[in-house]
């Protein structure tokens, strides 16, 4: 069909269907739904196939169910509580969830936002074509990604100008992350990035002034694998899409030894192998 993409192979779902093309509106109604996915959405594959979305905003998951609904014909969705057992917490109290998902239990769905935008928070990522946007779309997609993961609600630490202005944005999923780092680059907004170790996410903040100071930490981390050293045909520079920051390879001479722990001092040249040279 030149206008849709039907629903097959589940039995139950009948006259289903997906938008093959978009018109402007509808280009609205898929990046809703895509950057609500990416921040609180999840697509499963076992017994139930589907996908869902969670928030406790529950005029937001309305609005995502409507965006659904524009694209998706055909396909029955609800927005139920998320989970209706007691939780304990850590003072020992027992609490209730307040959030809501939109359920959307087909297989066009857990398909479509998996293969768009990744299965698993660690795998979240954005979907190619947003990068070719117009500026105004690129500005929906952002503005519906904050509302997930992002925030602006700063307290009392910054002035009204800067919170109405900037946002913060964390997530786990290093790609995801640097998507958010190119895209920023291409909308021309200033921002930082940085890394909570005891949290082990990624932080963006939008900034209103430039920085013309960037702080680096250096960690050791044990490995005991291959280390690869990249070089770009024609040019030994290539830029890193996590904070867009232009590298070098390491410009090093690579020698393999005989001893366990290395004397530099005492080294004599029978002892050293060499591995790779890069210029």
Not at 43 to 54: D, L, P, Y
Not at 65 to 92: E, L, R, V
Not at 152 to 178: C, G, M
Not at 267 to 273: A, P, T, Y
Request: charged share 20%.
């Amino acid at each position: 069909d030149k206008e849709y993409i039907y629903l097959t192979g589940n039995g139950r779902v009948k006259n289903s269907k997906l938008n093959r093309y978009y018109s402007e509106n509808e280009i609205y109604d898929l990046l809703v739904l895509l950057a609500g996915y990416i921040t609180n959405g999840s697509a499963t594959f076992g017994i139930k196939v589907g996908a869902s979305i969670c928030d406790d905003n529950i005029p937001l998951l309305e609005e995502i169910q409507q965006c659904y609904h524009n694209i998706f014909h055909g396909i029955k969705t609800c927005i139920i509580q998320s989970d209706k057992k007691p939780h304990k917490a850590a003072n020992g109290t027992y609490f209730i969830s307040k959030t809501f998902k939109v359920q959307m239990m087909n297989m066009i769905s857990a398909h479509l936002f998996n293969a768009l935008c990744g299965h698993g928070a660690k795998n979240k990522h954005m979907p190619e074509f947003v990068f070719n946007l117009s500026r105004i779309n690129q500005q929906v997609f952002l503005d519906n990604l904050v509302k997930g993961d992002g925030t602006k609600k700063f307290q009392d630490r910054y002035s009204k100008k800067y919170t109405e202005n900037n946002f913060w944005y964390s997530t786990i999923s290093l790609e995801l992350i640097s998507n958010l780092s190119v895209l920023l680059n291409l909308m021309n907004i200033k921002y930082t990035i940085g890394y909570r170790c005891n949290k082990k996410e990624y932080v963006i903040k939008t900034i209103t002034n430039n920085i013309h100071q960037t702080v680096t930490k250096i960690n050791q981390e044990i490995y005991h694998d291959y280390v690869y050293d990249i070089s770009v045909e024609g040019k030994h520079e290539f830029v890193d899409a996590c904070g867009c920051i232009l590298l070098h390879n390491t410009d090093s001479l690579f020698i393999e030894t005989k001893q366990n722990f290395i004397d530099y001092g005492k080294m004599e040249l029978d002892d050293i192998k060499l591995v790779g040279e890069f210029i």
